[in-house]
């Protein structure tokens, strides 16, 4: 019953702007640490951010701290990665990803593609 759906991903030039969106159902939303992760083509999948239940500790890769934020909006059971200044080193699968906790297995979205090239 666990569901997480990405979104928001799409062709954008150099310098531009994305946010991406992950839409959790079949649990309580609040009561879970969630991640983002991506994986580039030939590359091993990357841990891009993590944020806190009540959305109060964030933590970020080097290679985005400056220009990635992430949030969530626990009344819409939806997280966020707001993605600025964007890189072409940036393009790659997005995943939203709700990790293992205590007797419980991590649940991973199908992904959504952020494409970044002029």
């Known amino acids: 019953q666990v569901q997480l759906v990405e979104s928001g991903g799409g062709l954008v030039q150099p310098g531009g702007s994305l946010r991406l969106s992950c839409l959790a159902s079949?649990?309580?939303?609040?009561?879970?640490?969630m991640s983002w992760y991506r994986q580039a083509p030939g590359k091993e999948r990357e841990l891009v951010a993590t944020i806190s239940e009540s959305g109060g500790t964030t933590r970020y890769a080097d290679s985005v701290k400056g220009r990635f934020t992430i949030s969530r909006d626990n009344d819409k059971n939806t997280m966020y990665l707001q993605m600025n200044s964007l890189k072409p080193d940036d393009t790659a699968v997005y995943f939203c990803?709700?990790?293992?906790?205590?007797?419980?297995?991590?649940?991973w979205g199908q992904g959504t593609q952020v494409t970044v090239s002029s």
């Open positions: 079949g649990f309580g939303f609040s009561k879970y640490t």
């Open positions: 990803q709700r990790p293992r906790a205590w007797l419980t297995p991590d649940y």
